[in-house]
């Protein structure tokens, strides 16, 4: 059964979740006086207090970042945080370790890019969290109530756009170095704007996604080291967020 096809997100593939499903089969397999407690398996509640741990850990080291912002804390964290993303997405049982490496990282992008982002817009820090948070619990509230179906297509669906963003934003970073842009995407114009409010769009939907993929999980009966695994994914998304959402509302005041 194809529990995760065609996830956007590149830590929720399906040959992760073969490989975490194949481990607690072989477990189950060895017999009663192999078995380990509930506890050994992930659970929605689980991934979900291991997303509030990570958040928070982000959010100490953001604070700390933005007081003291260094433009070597933006590389280092956004390039390091990358690689250790790729990592778990490919070695998923490292999470319990990388996923808090993970969170201190991104937490010295965050605050960095928001005192950058506060220095020239009054205001934005709060509107910013106001609007990743609403958007968060909003998606939740509609993955919840079966408004939107996370189906196959679905994911295929908004798979391709992230794709397409994400290829998009990699070749804009690596014009900065080669004098050459992307047009449009970083423009305060009505058009440079209307894109940035269909990347929300994008991020948004990858939410559900997230949401769904803590469901399958347990289902699935993964190991407890998954949870920390979808926590991080769930982060990420919504780092994604915010930044897109610093953004858009700095174009709009531009």
């Known amino acids: 059964?194809?529990?995760?096809?065609?996830?956007?997100?590149?830590?929720?593939?399906?040959?992760?979740?073969?490989?975490?499903?194949?481990?607690?089969?072989?477990?189950?397999?060895?017999?009663?006086?192999?078995?380990?407690?509930?506890?050994?398996?992930?659970?929605?509640?689980?991934?979900?207090?291991?997303?509030?741990?990570?958040?928070?850990?982000?959010?100490v080291v953001a604070f700390w970042s933005y007081f003291n912002p260094m433009s070597i804390f933006m590389s280092v964290g956004a390039l390091g945080a990358a690689g250790v993303f790729m990592?778990?997405?490919?070695?998923?049982?490292?999470?319990?370790?990388?996923?808090?490496?993970?969170?201190?990282?991104?937490?010295?992008?965050?605050?960095t890019v928001s005192a950058v982002y506060a220095a020239q817009f009054g205001g934005i820090i709060l509107q910013a969290v106001s609007l990743t948070i609403g958007t968060l619990l909003a998606m939740l509230m509609i993955y919840k109530s079966g408004l939107i179906k996370v189906t196959q297509k679905f994911r295929m669906g908004v798979s391709m756009a992230v794709g397409a963003v994400m290829i998009t934003y990699l070749i804009s970073w690596i014009?900065?170095?080669?004098?050459?842009?992307?047009?449009?995407?970083?423009?305060?114009t009505p058009l440079g704007i209307g894109i940035t409010v269909v990347i929300i769009?994008?991020?948004a939907l990858n939410l559900l996604l997230d949401f769904d993929n803590f469901e399958?999980?347990?289902?699935?009966?993964l190991e407890k080291y998954m949870e920390w695994f979808f926590g991080m994914g769930l982060l990420f998304t919504i780092v994604w967020l915010y930044v897109e959402f610093l953004r858009l509302?700095?174009?709009?005041?531009?």
């Open 201 to 203: 769009g994008v991020a």
């Open 87 to 111: 990592l778990t997405s490919f070695k998923p049982h490292l999470a319990p370790m990388t996923a808090p490496l993970f969170a201190i990282l991104e937490g010295l992008f965050v605050g």
């Open 1 to 59: 059964m194809k529990l995760f096809s065609k996830s956007t997100n590149p830590m929720f593939k399906e040959g992760n979740f073969a490989k975490a499903k194949a481990k607690t089969l072989k477990k189950e397999n060895r017999g009663p006086l192999f078995m380990d407690d509930e506890s050994t398996t992930m659970t929605v509640s689980g991934a979900v207090g291991k997303t509030f741990m990570l958040t928070g850990l982000l959010l």
């Open 249 to 254: 509302l700095s174009k709009l005041q531009d």
């Open 175 to 188: 014009g900065h170095f080669t004098g050459f842009e992307v047009p449009f995407i970083h423009d305060s």
């Open 216 to 221: 399958k999980g347990e289902q699935a009966g």
